[in-house]
C-alpha cells in the first residue's frame, strides 16, 4: 500500500458497483460465529501489561468462561514500541518484557486464542508510529510468526480520509469537486467532431442517493460522495452515498469528450477526487487539478469516452471513502495469504461505521465496527460513570444498539458481524438491569462478545458472572443459524417507515425484536429502552414475526415458553406473547418452542 497516493483501482471487486454482488474476498472465510473474547481496551487503555493479560487469561480460565465460549484474548492499543526497528513491529520492552510470540505461547497453553491491534493508518490511535499502512506484508508475517489468531485493525491516522487525528484536508480524496456543468463534445477524428452539448448540473442533472446537497443560488451541486457513519444521525439503511446522473441520447455510437466545470477543495463536502462513467464504465478516477479558489469554476482537460447507440446514463461521483477503506483493509488480507497461505486469522474491522462498511465489511472482514467507540472512559476499569445506557454521541449502549438493531439485513454467516463496539457490562455507570439488558440485545443481534472489564473482579455465581455466564442467552448468539433479530415492532410512531428499517434515536420506546433458531423454536425479546418505568398492554403475534420474516416458521399453534432469565416457563395456547409491565431499561426475552 502507497503512502503517497491512493492506489489505482483495477479489480472490479474494489468498485462501488460490486458491493452487492456478495462475492468475498481470496482469504475472507464464511461461515463464523460471532467472536466471544476479551479486549484490553476498556479496561486498561494503553497500560495493558503481559502481566495483566496473563492474569486475564488465567482468570478466564477460573471462571469457566472458555467452556462458554470466550476463547479470544486481545491485545489492543499500547503494546508495541513507538516506532518501528528496522521496519518491523516489535513488543514494548517494559510492559511486555517476554515478547509476543512467548505471550501467545501462554495464551495457546490454556486453551484459548491470542489476538493483537493495529491500524490501517501511519499511526496507532494512541500515537505509535506503527500503523500498517505501507507495511503489510511485513507485519502480516509478524503476525503469522506469533501466532496471532485476531487482528482488530483501526482506522486513525488514515491518508485516505478526513478520520480521526488525520488531515483534515484528507477530504480532498472523500469528496468530489463542486459541478456546475458538464459539455459534451464530439472527437475531431469522429464523424462526430461538430457535436457540442452543454448540460447544467441543477436543470439538467438529476440526483441519486445520499449526501449531494444543492446550491441553488449558485447553480451547483456539492457533497458528491460517501455520508460519514462515524457519530449518530445518520441511518445505516438505504443509499449511503451519492451520484450526479446525466442522461444522454447519442445518436451515432463512438468516442466523445466530455469536460467537466467544477470548483474544487480539501475540505468536508468539497474535495478534488472526481470519478466518471458512463454506465458501468470508469472513464476517469483520479484528483482534478486545484481551482483558483474554492468558489472559482474551471473546465477540465477533455477525458475521452465511449457512447453507445440511444440511451446513455453519465455518472458523476466518488465512491473512494469506501473504495479505498475496503482497499486497505484488503492490503491486510493479501499480506496475511502471502504469509500462510491457509491462515484462520480473524479481522475485525475497526472504522468506526465511517465509511458504512455494512456495504462492503463482509469481503474482507469477519465483522465491523458500526459506530464510534462505545465509551471514551478507557483505563478506568470499575470507576463511577464508566459507562453509560444514553448518550447523544456515540459512547452509549443505546446509541450504539439503536444504529445496529435495524441492520439485521448486513449480517450473515455468508457475511460477517454488525460490531457496536465492546460490552460495558461491570462498569459502574450501569446498573445491573442495564447490564442484562445490555447483554440481551448483544446476543439478539450477532454481535461480537467481547468483555471489557478486570476479569479480576469477578467470582463465580455473582451478579456479573450471572450475566455474562447466561448460557441460553449466549446460545442466541452462537446459534448456527447465524440469523440476527429484527425488529418486528416498537411503540415509537415510525410513520410509514417499518419498525426493521426506522433509525430511532429516542429512546422512549419499547421494541420487540425476534430470531429464529436453529431448533425451529424464536426467541423473542420485549425490550424497554427507556430510563422509565412501562406499564401497558404490548403484544405480538406469531402472525406478525412470520409476517415480517417473509416466511411460515412455525407449523403448530401451541408453544412451550421459556423465560430465559429467570428460568420460569409456560404453556401458550395462541401464539400472542404479551407484557403489560416492564421496568426501566430491563427486558424479557423469551425462547418460543413450538408442541404438538
Not at 279 to 292: A, G, V
Not at 299 to 308: A, G, H, Q
Request: charged share 25%; net charge negative.
Amino acid at each position: 500500500m502507497s503512502k503517497d497516493r491512493p492506489s489505482k483501482i483495477t479489480d472490479i471487486e474494489f468498485r462501488y458497483d460490486s458491493f452487492k454482488n456478495g462475492k468475498i474476498l481470496p482469504g475472507k472465510k464464511s461461515g463464523r460465529l460471532p467472536a466471544m473474547g476479551w479486549n484490553s481496551w476498556n479496561a486498561f487503555g494503553s497500560g495493558n501489561t503481559e502481566a495483566l493479560t496473563k492474569a486475564m487469561a488465567d482468570k478466564i480460565i477460573e471462571l469457566g468462561l472458555n467452556k462458554l465460549g470466550y476463547e479470544y484474548l486481545v491485545l489492543d492499543d499500547g503494546c508495541y514500541k513507538s516506532q518501528r526497528i528496522d521496519g518491523k513491529l516489535s513488543n514494548e520492552e517494559v510492559k511486555f518484557p517476554s515478547g509476543f510470540k512467548a505471550l501467545s505461547d501462554y495464551i495457546h497453553a490454556h486453551g484459548l486464542k491470542f489476538g493483537m491491534y493495529n491500524d490501517i493508518g501511519t499511526n496507532l490511535c494512541a500515537g505509535a508510529a506503527v500503523g500498517t499502512c505501507g507495511h503489510e506484508e511485513d507485519d502480516a508475517q509478524s503476525y503469522i510468526n506469533w501466532g496471532v489468531d485476531f487482528l482488530k485493525i483501526d482506522n486513525c491516522y488514515y491518508l485516505w480520509d478526513n478520520a480521526t487525528f488525520s488531515n483534515p484536508e484528507n477530504a480532498r480524496y472523500v469528496f468530489a469537486p463542486k459541478i456546475k456543468s458538464i459539455i459534451i463534445k464530439g472527437c475531431d477524428n469522429n464523424d462526430n467532431k461538430d457535436f457540442c452539448k452543454k448540460l447544467s448540473a441543477i436543470k439538467d442533472g438529476r440526483i441519486c442517493g445520499a449526501s449531494i446537497r444543492i446550491d441553488e443560488d449558485k447553480s451547483f451541486v456539492y457533497g458528491i460522495g460517501t455520508l460519514d457513519g462515524t457519530n449518530t444521525g445518520t441511518s445505516p439503511v438505504g443509499q449511503r452515498s451519492g451520484e450526479l446522473h446525466f442522461d444522454f441520447d447519442c445518436e451515432r455510437e463512438g468516442e466523445y469528450q466530455i469536460e467537466i466545470e467544477y470548483a474544487s477543495s480539501k475540505e468536508n463536502l468539497t474535495g478534488e477526487w472526481l470519478q466518471l462513467a458512463v454506465n458501468s464504465e470508469y472513464f476517469y478516477d483520479d484528483l482534478l487539478p486545484e481551482s483558483p479558489s474554492k468558489d472559482s469554476f474551471i473546465f477540465s482537460s477533455p477525458v475521452k469516452v465511449m457512447f453507445k447507440q440511444g440511451k446513455n446514463l453519465i455518472r458523476i461521483m466518488n465512491h473512494r471513502r469506501q473504495e479505498n477503506t475496503l482497499d486497505s483493509y484488503a492490503a491486510m488480507l493479501k499480506g496475511l495469504n502471502k504469509a500462510k497461505a491457509d491462515h484462520q486469522i480473524l479481522l475485525s474491522l475497526c472504522e468506526w461505521g465511517k465509511t458504512h462498511p455494512q456495504n462492503w465489511g463482509y469481503k474482507v472482514g469477519d465483522s465491523w465496527r458500526i459506530l464510534n467507540d462505545i465509551t471514551f472512559r478507557v483505563g478506568s476499569d470499575g470507576n463511577p460513570g464508566y459507562g453509560a445506557w444514553s448518550d447523544p454521541g456515540t459512547p452509549s449502549v443505546t446509541s450504539q444498539y439503536n444504529k445496529a438493531v435495524i441492520m439485521d439485513e448486513f449480517a450473515g454467516l455468508d457475511k460477517g458481524w454488525n460490531d457496536p463496539d465492546m460490552l460495558m457490562i461491570g462498569m459502574d455507570g450501569l446498573n445491573l438491569t442495564q447490564n442484562k439488558t445490555h447483554f440481551t440485545m448483544w446476543c439478539m443481534m450477532n454481535s461480537p462478545l467481547m468483555l471489557g472489564l478486570d476479569l479480576r473482579r469477578l467470582k463465580k455465581e455473582d451478579e456479573l458472572y450471572n450475566i455474562i455466564s447466561n448460557k441460553e442467552l449466549i446460545a442466541l448468539n452462537q446459534d448456527k443459524l447465524g440469523i440476527q433479530a429484527k425488529r418486528i415492532a416498537t411503540t415509537f410512531d415510525c410513520g410509514k417507515e417499518a419498525a426493521d428499517k426506522a433509525y430511532i434515536e429516542d429512546i422512549n420506546r419499547i421494541d420487540i425484536l425476534a430470531k429464529p433458531l436453529s431448533d425451529k423454536s424464536i426467541a423473542v425479546s420485549f425490550i424497554n429502552v427507556s430510563l422509565k418505568d412501562w406499564k401497558g398492554n404490548l403484544k405480538i403475534s406469531m402472525d406478525q414475526i412470520e409476517k415480517a420474516f417473509g416466511k411460515k416458521l412455525i407449523s403448530h399453534n401451541k408453544f412451550m415458553i421459556y423465560d430465559l432469565w429467570t428460568g420460569k416457563s409456560w404453556q401458550n395456547d395462541d401464539g400472542v406473547f404479551e407484557i403489560t409491565e416492564l421496568a426501566a431499561c430491563d427486558n424479557l426475552t423469551i425462547k418460543v418452542l413450538p408442541v404438538k
